[in-house]
C-alpha cells in the first residue's frame, strides 16, 4: 500500500502513540511530581472518541498503535477501548496492536489483552530490588508487577523491559537485570532519562547516566555485535553474543535518529505532537468535536500536520545546563 501520510522530508508516518490518560497510580521520581494536577476529565478524549481518532490514523495508513500514557491500564474500561481496535488487527490494516505499561495492572488484564490482538508489551521496571523500586515509583510495590509480568507471559505476550538509566540508582544492578532478562527469555532495552516536564527539586543532570557508559560497562563483560536492525525510532540494537540476548539502547539525546522518524503522538486531550521533541502541535479534538458526524475535517488537519514534522529535535545534554527542555511530562505526550 503506498503510505497516505508522507512529511515534507518524504518519511512515511505508519506508527501512532496514544496516551490515553495523564493519570497513574505511580510516581516515578523522573516523570511526575509526588503533587501532580491532572487535567479535568472533560478535558481527554473519550473512549470512542479515541477510536475515531485511531481509525482515521489507520485509515491514513498507520500500521503499528502504541498505547500508553500515564498508566493505560488505570483509564476506566480502557480494555473496550482495546477490544475496538482490534477490528483493525482483523481486517489486517493494522500490523501492531502494543501498549507501554508499568505492569501494575497486568494482572487483571493480561489475558483480555492477549484476546484483544496484543502480542507483545512493554513493560517499565528499573530495579530488581523492592525498596529501591518503591523509592524511584514512590508509589508502586514490585511484587505486584512481578505478578504482572507473569500474567502476561502466561497469557502468551512477548514481555520487553524497559529500564531506565539513572546515574547513583540502578548502575549496580545493570549485569543483574541484564542475566535476569536473560534466564527469562525477555528484551531488555535502556533508556536515557530525558528532560522533560518540571520535576520540581529533582536534579535531572545529576541523575543523567549515557548509555555510551552503559554499554562500555557491558562490552568488559560481553561480546557487543552491533545489530542492523531500525525500527524507525530512537532505538539501536545490539546482541550479546555469550547469552545470545538482544538489548536496546535509547539514546534521544546522545544519537540523532530523526532521519528515520516514522512516528507521531497523540496526547490523551488530542493534540498531535510531531516530534517528541519539539513544542509543535495540532489540536485534532476541536475538528473530531466540532464534526460529529463526518472525518473529513479531522483527516484533512492530521494531513496538514503530518505537512509541518519538524525535520528533528532540539534536546542536547552537552552543556551542564539543559538545552532545549521541553515543559511538558511524558505523561502527558506518551513516553
Ligand atoms: N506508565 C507507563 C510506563 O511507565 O511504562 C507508560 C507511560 S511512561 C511515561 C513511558 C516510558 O517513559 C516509561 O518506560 C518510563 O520509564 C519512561 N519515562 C518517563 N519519564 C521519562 C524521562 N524523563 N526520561 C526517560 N524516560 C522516561
Ligand atoms: Fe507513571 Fe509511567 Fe510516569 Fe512512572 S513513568 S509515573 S509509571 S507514567
Known amino acids: 500500500m503506498t503510505p497516505r501520510l508522507v512529511d515534507p522530508f518524504e518519511r512515511a508516518i505508519t506508527y501512532l502513540r496514544v496516551s490515553v490518560t495523564d493519570r497513574c497510580d505511580f510516581r516515578c521520581v523522573y516523570c511526575m511530581a509526588e503533587q501532580m494536577t491532572f487535567l479535568p476529565k472533560k478535558e481527554l478524549l473519550t473512549l470512542e472518541e479515541l477510536d475515531r481518532m485511531c481509525s482515521a490514523f489507520v485509515g491514513l495508513g498507520v500500521e503499528k498503535l502504541r498505547i500508553t500514557g500515564g498508566e493505560p491500564l488505570v483509564r476506566r474500561d480502557i480494555m473496550t477501548f482495546f477490544r475496538a481496535m482490534s477490528r483493525h488487527l ?7 496492536l502494543t501498549l507501554t505499561t508499568n505492569g501494575s495492572q497486568l494482572f487483571r488484564f493480561a489475558e483480555d489483552l492477549y484476546a484483544a490482538g496484543v502480542r507483545r508489551v512493554n513493560i517499565s521496571l528499573d530495579t530488581l530490588d523492592e525498596a529501591k523500586f518503591a523509592r524511584v515509583t514512590r508509589w508502586g510495590r514490585l511484587p505486584q508487577v512481578m505478578k504482572g509480568i507473569d500474567a502476561a507471559r ?23 537485570l541484564v542475566d535476569w532478562c536473560a534466564r527469562e527469555d525477555m528484551h531488555l532495552t535502556f533508556i536515557e532519562v530525558m528532560p522533560m516536564g518540571d520535576m520540581g527539586e529533582t536534579d535531572r543532570v545529576g541523575q543523567y547516566w549515557p548509555l555510551t557508559d552503559v554499554r562500555r560497562q557491558l562490552a568488559e563483560r560481553y561480546t557487543l555485535t ?30 540523532n535518529f530523526c532521519e528515520s522518524c516514522n512516528r507521531v503522538r497523540l496526547t490523551c486531550t488530542g493534540e498531535l505532537y510531531m516530534c517528541l521533541g519539539q513544542e509543535d502541535m495540532a489540536d485534532l479534538r476541536k475538528p473530531l468535536r466540532d464534526f460529529p458526524a463526518t472525518d473529513a475535517p479531522l483527516v484533512s488537519a492530521i494531513e496538514k500536520a503530518i505537512g509541518r514534522k519538524p525535520k528533528g529535535h532540539d534536546f542536547d545534554y552537552s552543556r551542564q545546563q539543559v538545552e532545549g527542555q521541553v515543559s511538558r511530562h511524558m505523561s502527558h505526550t506518551g513516553g
Open 90 to 96: 482483523e481486517s489486517g490494516a493494522l500490523k501492531e
Open 154 to 176: 502466561a497469557a502468551g505476550m512477548r514481555v520487553k523491559i524497559n529500564v531506565v538509566a539513572l546515574k547513583g540508582f540502578n548502575e549496580d544492578e545493570l549485569f543483574d
Open 226 to 255: 552491533e545489530l542492523t536492525e531500525r525500527t524507525g525510532g530512537p532505538a539501536r540494537y545490539v546482541r550479546l553474543e555469550e547469552t545470545g540476548q538482544k538489548l536496546g539502547f535509547i539514546t534521544p539525546l546522545t544519537h
